[in-house]
């Protein structure tokens, strides 16, 4: 039992990414549902039909059975879902068509028109799953009204076909209303996750990454190092003497300090720099592919620009000063020991007297 409920579940999965909310694994999970689901019913009805010794409705379920059975394979092999929803829907419109135009076992073959509507919309969506159904409704009405059913390999009276006609017409507008408002909902979902996702990252006073962000960038950074051997530079970054400007000019001018200085390092740095706020008023950048002699070189324009950044309170400009420690990340060092290096570079140009940078590349 468990072993089935394992191989079911394998089945289903077939081909899911990992991401997690992503619409086209709603798709394919989609396609390996229906592909299971129409291969066992269609083989069933299949077998019934055989038994009631109607060999042509038999042969064209069993057939269709095995194309249910295709449309997984196809979506296993190739992982291309429009081509495995296309295969699956269309030869379910043609087996309906089918059944409509025979009739199916005992006239009831119409009756399982009605699982069309969801299912082009479970598998095309709103605009393609209308469209769908519109040209089924249309053949279907075409083959059933033709010279009053002069196409037909059965008898369906007017009213029966009138009403087959009005409750498909109901069921594709109900299973429409229901697919807007889940995509709506979807949407609605993702833009909040994905808002949510983002506000995790970032620092709210900055906007630059936050502590938790930038150990998971460096985290991918080191291992492309490891990969792709490259030089990685750290410095960790110091406002001078922030409690004193806190104290003197108040918290809110404190916070209008945070912000300019994390616009001056973006200008400094470069687009695959990584710059974060690393806590409080203390700045971590990440920079690849940079020896410590061009982080040192930074380090330095770092000191030139926030010694001319115009920081107004009332009328006054105050000067602002930073200090920092610079170290290299190697492949083979862990990230904590490099961070730790560099603090402690922060932590020597601090007792030196401040506005300085010292460097591993001095020892
Ligand atoms: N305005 C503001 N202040 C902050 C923020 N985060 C931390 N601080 C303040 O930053 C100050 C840091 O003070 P200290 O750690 O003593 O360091 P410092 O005064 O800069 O002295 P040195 O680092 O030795 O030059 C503290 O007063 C914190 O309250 C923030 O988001 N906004």
Redesign the pocket.
């Known amino acids: 039992m468990l072993k089935l409920k394992a191989l079911l579940t394998a089945y289903f999965q077939t081909g899911l990414t990992d991401k997690k909310y992503d619409d086209s694994n709603r798709r394919i999970y989609v396609v390996n549902l229906f592909s299971f689901v129409g291969m066992v019913i269609t083989g069933l009805m299949s077998f019934n039909a055989f038994i009631q010794q109607d060999y042509l409705l038999a042969l064209v379920l069993f057939i269709a059975s095995i194309i249910y059975f295709s449309g997984y394979l196809l979506q296993k092999k190739t992982h291309n879902t429009v081509l495995s929803t296309a295969f699956i829907l269309y030869s379910l419109i043609f087996l309906m068509i089918y059944l409509v135009y025979s009739g199916g076992v005992n006239n009831t073959g119409p009756l399982w028109i009605f699982i069309i509507p969801p299912v082009a919309l479970f598998m095309h969506g709103l605009k393609r799953g209308v469209i769908d159904n519109l040209v089924f409704i249309v053949v279907i009405s075409f083959i059933m009204f033709y010279q009053n059913g002069a196409l037909l390999d059965t008898e369906y009276s007017f009213q029966f076909k009138t009403r087959l006609i009005y409750s498909y017409l109901t069921v594709t507008f109900l299973s429409s209303f229901y697919e807007f408002s889940r995509n709506r909902t979807y949407q609605y979902t993702l833009e909040l996750s994905k808002k949510y996702e983002l506000l995790a990252k970032l620092d709210p ?1 900055t906007k630059l990454s936050n502590r938790r962000d930038a150990l998971l960038l460096l985290e991918q950074e080191h291992s492309k190092q490891k990969r792709n051997p490259m030089n990685i530079s750290l410095i960790l970054c ?10 003197t000019y ?6 209008k ?2 912000i300019q200085l994390a616009e001056c390092f973006q200008n400094a740095l470069r687009e695959q720099d990584i710059i974060s706020r690393w ?3 203390e700045f971590l950048f990440i920079l690849p592919e940079t020896s410590l002699r061009d982080a040192n070189i930074l380090a330095e324009k770092i000191h030139r620009l926030v010694r001319n950044l115009q920081c107004q309170h009332d009328k006054t400009t105050i000067h602002i000063t930073v ?1 920092m420690g610079i170290s290299e990340l190697t492949a083979t060092q862990r990230i904590r020991d490099a961070i730790n290096i560099a603090d402690k570079c922060l932590y020597q140009a ?1 007792v030196s007297g ?1 506005n300085q940078t010292i460097s591993t590349l001095a020892e």
Not at 250 to 255: L, R
Request: proline fraction near 0%; charge should be negative; glycine fraction near 16%.
């Open positions: 006073l110091d406002v001078d003497k922030f409690k004193l400007i806190n104290d108040g918290h809110n001018f404190g916070d300090v945070l806590g409080g008023e200090s601090k401040r």
